[in-house]
């Protein structure tokens, strides 16, 4: 378009065209510009035009929508660093923003980042709920009061979105009719049979209108601003009558783009490169929008330095452009040893749950870690997150695995605590309280040896086994209170008894005192058990009776079994089996013992009566016989005892 050769952003240095010089005047070294020389001028002009067309557009979308302006006030954060909760908390902050267009593009890129993680989160939650699901048709359902606050506040951005673009749609269109129709009437200005003045109050008059017309679409944005450009100018070039007036035009908008040139200048040395950018954008804008054209000596000067200037901003930009591109290379860096960490500890076995929580741990740390690492380049940030998630998914699934074979032992510890609870239930109205304590304390020891089971039917099943437990053993407590009451009856008749007996004499017939001492034994066996506390009567009993056993000049082995018989009797009232047992184990020892002394002293034996001198040891001898009687005499006692504690285990 003609346009394209004036005042406008479509060329970097105002010209369309490359002029050389003829070859047949110059010197013939320097006839024609090199092939590679054309390249990287034509790449330079293309490489000015790309920075030209980039603010173009830029400013072409905000003039359709001026809300969009305010977008580069709010800084666009790193949200793939954001956890799940953050980034709601985002969302609800920015979704509050009156200007909804203004954060259209943070709102974007937080739903991006917000379902990249929920996604693999809910990814996560399925993987346990199939290695975990025994019931092959239950639907795995996962409710996430997060995600249905995202929701919600996502559908209030949505619905002012759409009511915005309602709104605009409706004014874009008739904008651009109201700017076609101003362009028509400069093209009609140009009339040789007009009063010059009324021809530029007219002017006036379409210039000041479309000042007012408003947005349009930015698809149409180049096109009607060249145009309207073009037939300014060519206005301007046909006001030939009244120069001075077109002069003077002419020279304020040279002013006003000296001044945005300056500016620019200034703008070369900003440190805030985006700042210095926004506005370069905005003076652009006004360059264009704004300011009407200047005298054709100084067009294409003055363009070419206000294209240059910004052509240096623009590589400013590239270099902290490509200073955050090293970041996201260090950034992908990271999340590759951070990947290869993960997938190393998916290959580490571990054989204990308390092990695995160690493993889980390290996994949940690595995650946080990737997520906190940045941006990687964008060229490969769906590889990179592909790969974060099938490590993390290859991680659970060798969890799983160790977790499958967990529920079937879990499955099978279950079984076995059920058929504890069981035999709980069947033996809790047992009366049996002899028989049945033993087994009800066996099957409490028995259930603490057996391991977990599913959570889900952990409460359930102890309940059940506690309440059986507790029911038998509540009746247990109740019958020893009853007892309790016998033994204290007991102790009273023992105790009047004891009295009694301390006054017994002796006849001096040996049978009849015999019988007697018999009696009072059985007498006092027949009044049942006394209260632990008051064990000692026992104690005293059994010290009149061995006085009575002096007088009486029995044997000392009658004697020691009378005493033996009536000790082992109170043991076996008592129920005490634990007692009765050890006295069993001493028994048995002290008869290996005597055994063994007996054959050591008939070694002896055997010695002396192999020597030359055995008539000279014979008083040595004797004394071993001696010995020997005396331990074959204790060991017939023992052998006694032994046999008549076990005459009452058969009984």
Known sequence: MLEEKNDNLQKADGKSEINLNDSSQNDATETSISEATTENIQAEETNHQEVLDAITNSNAEESEDETLKERHDIPMEDYDTFSLDKLVDELKKLVNTDKVMSVKDHIEEIKKSFLLQFNHFIEEKKEEFNASNQDPNEEFQYHSPLKSKFDEYYNIFREKR???FKNLQSNLKSNLEIRLAIVEELKELINPQENIKDTLKHF??????????????????????????????????????DREARDLDFKYNLEQKQKIITRVEELVSEPDINKAFRELQDLHRIWKEDIGPVSKEHRDTIWNKFSELTKKIHDKRELLFESQRENEQKNLEIKKEIIASIETLATEKVGSHSQWLVQIQKVEALRNEFFAAGKVPSDVNEQTWAAFKTAVRNFNSFKNSFYKDIKKDQNDNLN?????????????????????????????????????????????????????????????????????????????????????????ELTGDHKTDLDAIKLHIETWKGFGKVPFSRRHIEGKFNKILDALFEKLSLSKKDTEMMRFSNRIDSLSESNDTRKLDNEKIFIMRKIEEVQNEIFQLENNIQFFTNTKNAKKENSIVLEVRKNIAIHKESLELWKDKLKQLRNLNQE
């Open 162 to 164: 759409n009511a915005h």
């Open 204 to 241: 006036n008059e379409l210039r000041e209108r479309w000042k007012n017309a408003g947005a349009i679409p930015k698809d149409k944005y180049n096109h009607v601003w060249n145009n309207y450009h073009f037939h300014v100018e060519n206005f301007y070039d046909y006001l030939h009558l």
């Open 416 to 504: 076995k605590k059920m058929a504890l609870v069981e035999k709980a239930k069947e033996l809790q109205e047992s009366t049996d309280f002899n028989a049945t304590t033993p087994i009800m304390k066996q099957i409490q020891e028995e259930w603490k040896q057996i391991g977990h089971v599913p959570k889900k039917y952990s409460d359930k099943i102890w309940k059940e086994f506690k309440d059986a437990c507790n029911h038998y053993f509540d009746k247990l407590k109740e019958h020893k209170s009853e007892e309790n009451e016998e033994e204290v009856a007991a102790f009273d008749n023992k105790k009047a008894y004891l009295d009694t007996l301390r006054t017994f």
